[in-house]
C-alpha cells in the first residue's frame, strides 16, 4: 500500500514525478489541477465548486493506492494526513520559468498536448505567480503539513525521489 503526494511549484516537476513513479510503481496517479479548475465549464479559469472538488479528492484518498499532485495546500488536509510520503519539490525558481516557458512554447506548437487555453497573458500571470509561490503558498502548505512531518520528505533534486523507491525495492527483492 502507496500512497503519494508531491507538491511543488509550477513547472518544478511534480507531473514528470507521478508519470514515472506511476509507472514504476504501479499506482494510479491524479493531477488536483482537474479536480480545482472546471473541466467541464466553458469558461477558461472556472473553478471547480469547492464542495465538489471535495468530493472528488475524498474519492481518490479513499483508495489503497495513489499518486496526488499539484500546487495546492489548504483543500489538501485529509491528503497530507493519509499519504505515506509527502513529497515537496523546491525547485530553484528559474529552473522553473524555463520549464514553463518550454511548456508553453511546446503546446503552442503542438508538440505537446494541453487542456487549457494558454495564451500570452496567462503565461505572464504564471511566470508572476511562480515567483512568489516560494515565499507565499510553499510557506503556509510546510505549515499545514506539521503535523505529518515524519513523511515530509524536501527535495531540491527530482531524481532524488526515484533513487529512494530504487532502493526500497532491492531491500524488498
Do not use: C
Request: no cysteine; proline share 3%.
Amino acid at each position: 500500500m502507496t500512497k503519494i503526494h508531491i507538491i511543488g511549484g509550477p513547472g518544478s516537476g511534480k507531473s514528470y514525478i507521478a508519470a514515472k513513479l506511476s509507472k514504476m510503481l504501479g499506482l494510479p496517479k491524479h493531477e488536483l489541477d482537474t479536480f480545482f479548475w472546471d473541466q467541464e465549464s466553458e469558461y477558461f479559469g472556472s473553478q471547480t465548486p469547492p464542495v465538489k472538488r471535495a468530493e472528488k479528492l475524498a474519492k481518490v484518498v479513499s483508495q489503497e493506492k495513489w499518486i496526488i499532485e499539484g500546487i495546492y495546500h489548504s483543500w489538501l488536509e485529509e491528503s497530507f494526513r493519509q499519504a505515506d510520503y509527502i513529497f515537496v519539490l523546491k525547485t530553484n525558481v528559474y529552473v522553473r520559468d524555463w520549464r514553463i516557458l518550454k511548456r508553453f512554447f511546446l503546446r503552442k506548437v503542438k508538440l505537446a498536448s494541453s487542456p487549457r487555453k494558454e495564451n500570452l497573458k496567462t503565461l505572464i500571470d504564471l511566470l508572476k505567480w511562480n515567483h512568489q509561490y516560494d515565499g507565499n503558498n510553499l510557506v503556509q502548505a510546510i505549515k499545514l503539513m506539521k503535523p505529518y512531518k515524519d513523511k515530509v520528505i524536501i527535495l531540491t533534486k527530482n531524481d532524488d525521489v526515484f533513487k529512494l523507491f530504487k532502493k526500497r525495492k532491492k531491500k524488498a527483492g
